[in-house]
């Protein structure tokens, strides 16, 4: 802080900001000074850091919703409906059927954003980060719900959407029918 002080001193940075009117943005490295430096410019700040929570609840800093979820969640109703997921599935994975049935499936906004909630009787490998990045696309309005049916009934894994990272899929938990669990103990 202080150098920045003595090249003030020194005319290298300007004492104030002129009379034009400039945006300007600045990103990179957190703790690199690039507020300071803008101070130092005398510019004014705009910090995404005062717009978060406005962009954590699912909604812009308009109020408008990031997803249409309601979109999402209708398309939630043909994964019910609907029993081959090959064109969610990994390729080229060498399982003997791609049928799943799926009993539930929804969309919601928690305080850390939004959340997919999925449960069947089996899953595919891939399969659940796959609809999820295809629901994406519902939800942002890069494909309609009709777009969705066809993926679904294409069976072919290139025309759905991509697959999100895995590092937010969570397994709650796994229920067994009780004489699956009366075989298995014997």
Same mark, same amino acid.
């Given at each position: 802080?202080?150098?920045?002080?003595?090249?003030?001193?020194?005319?290298?940075?300007?004492?104030?900001?002129?009379?034009?009117?400039?945006?300007?943005?600045?990103?990179?490295?957190?703790?690199?000074?690039?507020?300071? *430096?803008?101070?130092?410019?005398?510019?004014?700040?705009?910090?995404?850091?005062?717009?978060?929570?406005?962009?954590?609840?699912?909604?812009?800093?308009?109020?408008?919703?990031?997803?249409?979820?309601?979109?999402?969640?209708?398309?939630?109703?043909?994964?019910?409906?609907?029993?081959?997921?090959?064109?969610?599935?990994?390729?080229?994975?060498?399982?003997?059927?791609?049928?799943?049935?799926?009993?539930?499936?929804?969309?919601?906004?928690?305080?850390?954003?939004?959340?997919?909630?999925?449960?069947?009787?089996?899953?595919?490998?891939?399969?659940?980060?796959?609809?999820?990045?295809?629901?994406?696309?519902?939800?942002?309005?890069?494909?309609?719900?009709?777009?969705?049916?066809?993926? *679904?009934?294409?069976?072919?894994?290139?025309?759905?959407?991509?697959?999100?990272?895995?590092?937010?899929?969570?397994?709650?938990?796994?229920?067994?029918?009780?004489?699956?669990?009366?075989?298995?103990?014997?």
């Amino acid at each position: 802080m202080q150098k920045l002080e003595q090249r003030r001193k020194q005319k290298l940075l300007p004492k104030r900001k002129c009379n034009l009117s400039v945006n300007i943005a600045l990103t990179g490295t957190p703790g690199t000074g690039k507020t300071s *430096l803008s101070r130092l410019l005398d510019l004014n700040t705009l910090s995404i850091n005062d717009y978060y929570p406005k962009i954590s609840n699912g909604k812009d800093v308009e109020g408008n919703w990031l997803v249409d979820i309601d979109k999402m969640n209708k398309s939630c109703k043909r994964l019910i409906r609907h029993k081959n997921f090959k064109c969610f599935s990994k390729s080229n994975t060498d399982v003997k059927t791609y049928d799943c049935d799926i009993q539930f499936a929804e969309w919601k906004i928690s305080k850390k954003g939004y959340k997919f909630s999925i449960r069947a009787n089996r899953f595919l490998r891939n399969m659940v980060r796959s609809i999820v990045g295809t629901m994406i696309e519902i939800g942002t309005q890069k494909i309609t719900d009709k777009d969705f049916q066809i993926i *679904l009934d294409s069976e072919d894994r290139r025309k759905a959407g991509y697959s999100v990272p895995a590092s937010g899929l969570i397994l709650v938990g796994i229920n067994y029918k009780k004489n699956f669990e009366t075989r298995w103990k014997k």
